[in-house]
T-cell receptor, first 110, second 111 residues
Framework: GQQVMQIPQYQHVQEGEDFTTYCNSS?????IQWYKQRPGGHPVFLIQ?????EVKKQKRLTFQFGEAKKNSSLHITATQTTDVGTYFC??????????FGTGTSLTVIP | EADIYQTPRYLVIGTGKKITLECSQT?????MYWYQQDPGMELHLIHY???????EKGDLSSESTVSRIRTEHFPLTLESARPSHTSQYLC??????????FGPGTRLTVT
């Protein structure tokens, strides 16, 4: 079946440092979504990428979709304590299932 | 804020009991999903629905069942709860291939 892996699994950074999480799929994705889940909360949608090589920015967050549409990355510049949480990528299979990645848990040390 | 609701939010129940977790959305979305998530871990899809009278099992083997009699309602039922069912259950809805809106989740503990 389809697999969506993320690395690293955990990341601790000092506040102000940058952070990147990588998402890799075993199959080509038609699109990829990113979600953030705060501790004790539920996943909240951040962004969707559709085109090969697409890059989107949301303030300090930069999202990329690989040329082969099998990988993606999320980069946060100058992390803040509000960035704490687990970041998940998610990609569609045939039909309407979405497979969530394994997630990267970010801890920001003040 | 997304209009998707789950009840109960927390449930502690004994082994062998039958339980139903409720999920409702007021956005008119055709697609609805149930995920199981252990603390700090990934989400596993256990059931999904394309619309009324349409339900499918996800990748994670589950002893639960679902129904979709109305667009807005997607309840999940466990006929006989076991300690291995202890987890968080998240319901979500979406339009075709677009973002998923998640409910607040039900934290289930089976003793």
């Amino acid at each position: 079946g389809q697999q969506v892996m993320q690395i690293p699994q955990y990341q601790h950074v000092q506040e102000g440092e940058d952070f990147t999480t990588y998402c890799n799929s075993s199959t080509t994705l038609s699109n990829i979504q990113w979600y953030k889940q705060r501790p004790g909360g539920h996943p909240v949608f951040l962004i969707q990428l559709v085109k090969s090589g697409e890059v989107k920015k949301q303030k300090r967050l930069t999202f990329q979709f690989g040329e082969a549409k099998k990988n993606s990355s999320l980069h946060i510049t100058a992390t803040q304590t509000t960035d704490v949480g687990t970041y998940f990528c998610a990609g569609p299979s045939t039909g309407n299932q979405f497979y969530f990645g394994t997630g990267t848990s970010l801890t920001v040390i003040p | 804020e997304a209009d998707i609701y789950q009840t109960p939010r927390y449930l502690v129940i004994g082994t062998g009991k039958k339980i139903t977790l409720e999920c409702s959305q007021t956005m008119g979305h055709d697609k609805m999903y149930w995920y199981q998530q252990d603390p700090g871990m990934e989400l596993h899809l256990i059931h999904y629905s394309y619309g009324v009278n349409s339900t499918e099992k996800g990748d994670l083997s589950s002893e639960s069942t679902v129904s979709r009699i109305r667009t807005e309602h997607f309840p999940l039922t466990l006929e006989s709860a076991r300690p291995s069912h202890t987890s968080q259950y998240l319901c979500a809805s979406s339009e075709h291939r677009s973002e998923q809106y998640f409910g607040p989740g039900t934290r289930l503990t089976v003793t």
